[in-house]
Nanobody, 125 residues
Framework: QVQLVESGGGLVQPGRSLRLSCAASGFTLDYWTIGWFRQAPGKEREGVSCISSRDRSTYYADSVKGRFTISRDNAKNTVYLQMNSLKPEDTAVYYC??????????????????WGQGTQVTVSS
């Protein structure tokens, strides 16, 4: 059974950090572009960051550039999203997804073949 499972979300104060993990089971992430997406209440889902399988090229939304870093460990079949300097506007449910397409196609077009169930990130004092 193909599964993506996110973890690492929680409640954090502004300016602090969190690291999200996306663990795959039932398939190997080696050949897939993996992306992180988020959806805040009343807003559409947006692509936050994506990383390719081959050359590790990355995409970041303008709103998170310089603060978030995506990485992957194919040996652990896991992708991470390090989120620093968190802001209240980062509050959302964060999802990971897998796609056979490149980072631009995935993140900008908001597409994925497999999706996780999401993890809540709340940034509040």
């Amino acid at each position: 059974q193909v599964q993506l499972v996110e973890s690492g979300g929680g409640l954090v104060q502004p300016g602090r950090s969190l690291r999200l993990s996306c663990a795959a089971s039932g398939f190997t992430l080696d050949y897939w572009t993996i992306g992180w997406f988020r959806q805040a209440p009343g807003k559409e889902r947006e692509g936050v960051s994506c990383i390719s399988s081959r050359d590790r090229s990355t995409y970041y939304a303008d709103s998170v550039k310089g603060r978030f870093t995506i990485s992957r460990d194919n040996a652990k079949n896991t992708v991470y999203l390090q989120m620093n300097s968190l802001k209240p506007e980062d509050t959302a449910v964060y999802y990971c997804a897998a796609s056979p397409f490149d980072v631009q196609a995935m993140c900008v077009m908001n597409s994925g073949d497999y999706w996780g169930q999401g993890t809540q990130v709340t940034v509040s004092s």
